[in-house]
């Protein structure tokens, strides 16, 4: 039963009482790692270091003196963060077999709070895409195609085809820690965001996808993509959840430039009962070609919700949005081309035997080391830096960011505290439909309604709101203010509790028989 409470009030209660110990519950959530290896959520599982950590923890309790609420929860890190000890790969054959000498700061506060690091979970490459597909471990597969909410629903085309064509993506691209959320694995993970690599796979999988402040937890020890967005992302099954590793993680960081210098004080979410004060903006520029109308009627429904419980909802405009994907485009690409420039085969990583220069071997390392998605990107990123590009394209793009960013100040100025608009235009799609578009066309889809937060360094979440006629999970965003983070989960927590979400029903048949049974969603079915 503790596998599937939240962290503040269930299991560290269930720990500090001795109901279950933490080398336990560290146990459990290995053996459920072997059992769900199919979905490939993991790239390394740290079995020895994680059961150290959980002894370690076990004697704290037993002396009575846990280190917070974090003490003895199984969590994973995607594998982009630094982990000193533990592989770092990028899910990249440039990076394969790299050790860092470092933890990033995020994972070292994470440890100091006692929390047991499980393993490192899977992505796109370089955490370059939106489904968890381009990894050269392969692509991670979502837990719900093998829920008996799905089962019940997906009517196989032949007798031949099975789930093991069935199956659907877990969005990315940070897939392998939303994977491991939804499938009990973990308790928590971390991802990264940058155009919505966070709430996008959260949407997907039914969990909680939070994508902080920039400046608000340090990325020290992030394996850059585009540096001026990058934010670290937290994965949960609640949004209580959230709030208390974001307690754990924010405040400034010496080693971060970019981290805000004021101290963070970790909050308590309120059971907020009256919402007649608040103002919900719904962003008419988020009804974007290509929305199910199974979103759309979710969206509206939960605008309604609100109205009906005495909030004001208002519809606004952020004119600038239409834009937004090329301006990312432009910028991510110029500032990948910038960040990969490190991988040279010198100092660290994959280095090609390629030795008749150190040309030659520049670039024969990054043509090994890398896929065509991450050479594709460094190529249209050096390409908008050349000189006589750089005007037209970079600078342009810059300028329009601002515009994007300016459209979010003005629309909280004119009294709106919370933005609600869609997560992702649909369901999961299954495997052998998503890759029949290339990996450019599908993250200018799939970032759509996501990367406008980013460009603007502002909070959003992603929580969990419904099943789909397909059975699979659908979210709904929330854009909050600068720093605001403790409204933005405060209006988070109430939307969860009215629409309570139901939970996976997971069938592993190759191993663990055993389903996870939860209410049925009352509200949104």
């Known amino acids: 039963a503790a596998l599937k409470g939240g962290l503040r ?17 560290c146990q459990r959530c290995l053996s459920l790692i072997k059992s769900t290896k199919f979905l490939n959520a993991y790239i390394t599982v ?27 929860i199984p969590i994973a890190v995607k594998d982009n963060f630094n982990t000193a000890g533990i592989e770092t790969t990028c899910a990249s054959n440039m990076l394969k077999g790299y050790i860092s000498p470092y933890n990033a700061t995020v994972v070292q506060k994470l440890l100091d709070q006692g929390a047991v690091l499980l ?31 799905y089962k019940e629903k997906s009517v196989p085309k032949s007798r031949s085809e099975d789930e093991e064509s069935n199956w659907v993506i877990t969005g990315g691209s940070s897939g392998g820690s939303a994977a491991a959320v939804s499938s009990f694995t973990c308790f928590a993970a971390l991802g990264s965001d940058t155009g ?20 608000l937890i340090s990325r020290h020890g992030l394996i850059p993509l585009v540096n001026s967005m990058d934010v670290p992302g937290i994965l949960t099954r609640c949004v209580d959840d959230a709030a208390v590793v974001l ?27 009256d919402v007649s004060k608040l103002s919900i903006g719904i962003p008419k520029e988020y009804h974007a070609p290509g929305l199910s109308s199974e979103i759309l009627a979710l969206w509206s429904k939960a605008a309604d919700l609100f109205k009906n419980a005495g909030a004001k909802v208002v519809e606004v405009s952020l004119p ?4 937004s994907i090329v301006c990312y485009h432009v910028l991510c690409t110029a500032e990948v081309a910038s960040n990969m420039a490190r991988f040279d085969g010198l100092e660290y990583g994959h280095r090609s035997d390629m030795n008749k220069s150190t040309e030659s071997m520049y670039a024969a390392t990054r043509r090994e080391g890398f896929n065509d998605v991450v050479r594709g990107r460094i190529l249209s990123g050096n390409y908008f830096l050349l000189k006589q590009n750089y005007e037209n394209y970079f600078i342009k793009a810059q300028k329009v960011r601002r515009l994007i960013a300016n459209d979010f100040v003005k629309v909280f100025g004119s009294g709106v505290d919370i933005l609600l608009t869609p997560t992702t235009l649909s369901d999961a799609v299954p495997y052998m439909e998503f890759i029949k578009e290339d990996n450019r066309t599908r993250s200018a889809q799939d970032d759509i309604l996501t990367q406008a937060a980013n460009m603007a360094g502002l909070p959003a979440i992603n929580v969990p709101t419904g099943l789909s006629e397909r059975g699979l999970p659908v979210g709904l965003q929330f854009i909050g ?22 939970m996976i029903q997971l069938e592993v048949k190759r191993h663990d028989r055993s389903t996870f049974q939860h209410q049925k969603s009352s509200f949104f079915s």
């Open 481 to 502: 203010r600068s720093f605001q983070e403790k409204q933005l989960l405060t209006v988070a927590k109430w939307f969860e509790k009215q629409v309570k979400f139901p």
């Open 247 to 273: 307690g754990s993680l924010a405040g400034h960081d010496p080693k971060d430039s970019t981290t805000i210098q004021d101290n963070f004080k970790p909050f308590e979410l309120p059971n907020l009962t």
């Open 196 to 215: 919505g690599s966070t709430r996008n796979p959260a949407a997907h999988c039914g969990v909680v996808g939070l994508k902080p402040t920039y400046g």
């Open 9 to 25: 009030f269930q299991v560290s209660a269930a720990l500090k009482e001795g109901r279950v110990t933490p080398t336990e519950l």
């Open 46 to 72: 740290a079995e020895e270091t994680a059961l150290k950590q959980a002894e370690e923890s076990e004697t704290r309790y037993r002396r009575g003196q846990p280190l917070g609420v974090l003490d003895g």
């Open 320 to 323: 600038h949005t239409r834009y």
């Open 119 to 149: 393993g490192k979970t899977n992505l796109d490459e370089f955490a370059m895409g939106s489904g968890s597909t381009d990894g050269v471990f392969g692509p991670v597969r979502n837990p719900w195609s093998y829920s008996r909410q």
